[in-house]
Every structure is written in structure tokens, then in C-alpha cells.
């Protein structure tokens, strides 16, 4: 909910409002094997069960999205805004009935832009993945960080491996560095 909703609905002021979100998170940030936070989400407050903790809730409780699925939405949200024809040419026609799954999901956003469409992660892709931005470029910069800790590209330092879409023709080939031998 939005701070005006809350305040709206809880029959406080904005400012007090925000005072006691600030406060209920730093207390819930102190406490040692709590379960819950609070999340700023674009200019939502959500209270959600940590990142850590979610792995052992029941999966009626999470939302559940098919391992398939899980290339396309990580390419799209280190590329996006991307076009869908650039997710084709790295997946296959497959892509989109991905595109098409993911967008019934809530986890993207497809618009018309010429011949293709452009595609971007939503709010929900964000509280599904624990980020906490909706912003499209702030989710990108989080999700590449994200890249980038888990250690995925170590092997490939010093090479540029993707190419941001401006900077390419287009084609698979183009997005990948390859040393000729």
C-alpha cells in the first residue's frame, strides 16, 4: 500500500505515517530470528517474509513459477527494456509462449513498439524475486549485481560477454565475445 492509502485507512497523518513505517522496519531489522520485514517497493510498503526464510514456507504460499520460464524473465530483466525479437533469437520460437506465460504470471510487461514488442519486468517480478525496486533501470542494476555476486560470469572477467542492445546489430552472434583462435 501506498503511505497516503495507509494513512487514509489507519486515520493518521502522511508524515506519521512515514515516521512509523521507518520505525516498525528498524525494528523488525533488529530482531534476531524474526521471519518478517518491510519492504519499500517504488512507492509501496509490503510487509513480506525475508529472502532467507521464504525457501521453507509451503508452496501453496509462494508463487511458484515453472523452471522454464526462469532464462527468459532473467534475460529480460538484464536486458530490458528488450525486445521480444532479441529474446527470440536467443531462445527460439519458444520464446514466445515464455513471453506469453510470463505476462499471464504478472512478471512482465509487453508493448507494441514497431514490429516487436518491448518488455519489462513488473512489481510483481520484483516482490517475486525479493528485489526491492520497481523502477525498470534500478531492477536491472539490481538484477546484474545480483549476476555479479553469484559469481555466474568469474570465468569470463575482463571479457565484455553481452553487449548492451544499443551496441549490437542484433544478432546472437554480435551479443557474444568470442576470441578467434
Not at 524474526?34 to 509490503?46: D, M
Not at 529472502?51 to 530490458?80: F, G, M, N, V, W
Not at 516482490?127 to 542494476?141: I, N, Q, S
Request: glycine share 6%; net charge negative.
Amino acid at each position: 500500500m501506498t503511505v497516503s492509502e495507509l494513512s487514509i485507512s489507519l486515520g493518521y497523518d502522511e508524515d506519521e505515517m512515514l515516521d512509523s513505517l521507518y520505525s516498525l522496519r528498524s525494528t523488525l531489522k533488529r530482531r534476531r530470528g524474526g521471519a518478517l520485514q518491510i519492504a519499500e517497493v517504488g512507492e509501496r510498503w509490503a510487509i513480506e517474509v525475508k529472502p532467507d526464510i521464504a525457501d521453507h514456507l509451503p508452496k501453496e504460499a509462494k508463487t511458484e513459477l515453472p523452471k522454464k520460464l526462469l532464462k527468459a524473465a532473467s534475460l529480460i530483466a538484464y536486458h530490458q527494456p528488450m525486445a521480444q525479437s532479441r529474446l527470440i533469437e536467443f531462445l527460439g520460437q519458444k520464446a514466445y509462449d515464455y513471453v506469453r506465460e510470463l505476462a499471464q504470471y504478472g512478471m512482465i510487461d509487453r508493448r507494441k513498439d514497431g514490429n516487436t514488442r518491448r518488455l519489462t519486468t513488473t512489481r510483481r517480478f520484483s516482490e517475486a524475486f525479493g528485489c526491492p525496486y520497481t523502477d525498470r533501470k534500478k531492477v536491472k542494476a539490481w538484477f546484474r549485481e545480483q549476476v555479479q555476486n553469484t559469481g555466474l560470469l568469474d570465468d569470463l572477467v575482463g571479457k565484455e560477454v553481452i553487449k548492451e542492445e544499443g551496441e549490437s546489430d542484433g544478432s546472437v552472434q554480435s551479443t557474444l565475445n568470442f576470441e578467434e583462435e
